[in-house]
């Protein structure tokens, strides 16, 4: 696939900050969901920066807030919460985050569904 995305494109490009083993983990979950999100459509060379930047999206959301429901974590005192809004998962931020990247392409329509 001529959309697929490096690691050197996330952090040298799309400017992202995760190492290179989290970049990997979270590959696969954000360019399944990307393809989801465009229908399976191949981006065309104008929109291939844009389809790649919305997977780096997609990757950062997925490294944060994991596939499912989005909550948080404590260590002794310390608490740190994600909650947007009660229900909020991780698909949704990804699919927000990669939204976002794909404005002004034709990927983003893709007919009824």
Same mark, same amino acid.
């Given at each position: 696939?001529?959309?697929? +995305?490096?690691?050197?494109?996330?952090?040298? +490009?799309? #400017?992202?900050?995760?190492? !290179?083993?989290? $970049? #990997?983990?979270?590959?696969?979950?954000?360019? /399944?969901?990307? /393809?989801?999100?465009?229908?399976?459509? !191949?981006?065309?060379?104008?929109?291939?920066?844009?389809?790649? /930047?919305? @997977?780096? &999206?997609?990757? %950062? &959301? $997925?490294?944060?807030? #994991?596939?499912?429901?989005?909550?948080?974590?404590?260590?002794? %005192?310390?608490?740190? =919460?994600?909650?947007? %809004?009660? #229900? =909020?998962?991780?698909?949704?931020? &990804?699919?927000? &985050?990669?939204?976002?990247?794909?404005?002004?392409?034709?990927?983003? $329509?893709?007919? @009824? /569904?």
């Amino acid at each position: 696939m001529a959309a697929a +995305v490096t690691y050197q494109f996330y952090a040298e +490009v799309y #400017g992202g900050s995760l190492s !290179e083993a989290a $970049f #990997g983990l979270s590959l696969p979950a954000a360019t /399944r969901h990307v /393809r989801w999100l465009v229908n399976a459509a !191949e981006p065309a060379e104008l929109e291939l920066e844009a389809y790649q /930047r919305s @997977v780096c &999206a997609a990757v %950062d &959301a $997925f490294a944060e807030f #994991g596939e499912g429901q989005v909550g948080g974590f404590a260590l002794g %005192d310390f608490k740190v =919460t994600h909650y947007e %809004d009660e #229900g =909020t998962t991780g698909e949704e931020m &990804a699919t927000s &985050a990669a939204l976002k990247e794909l404005v002004g392409t034709s990927l983003l $329509f893709s007919g @009824v /569904r």
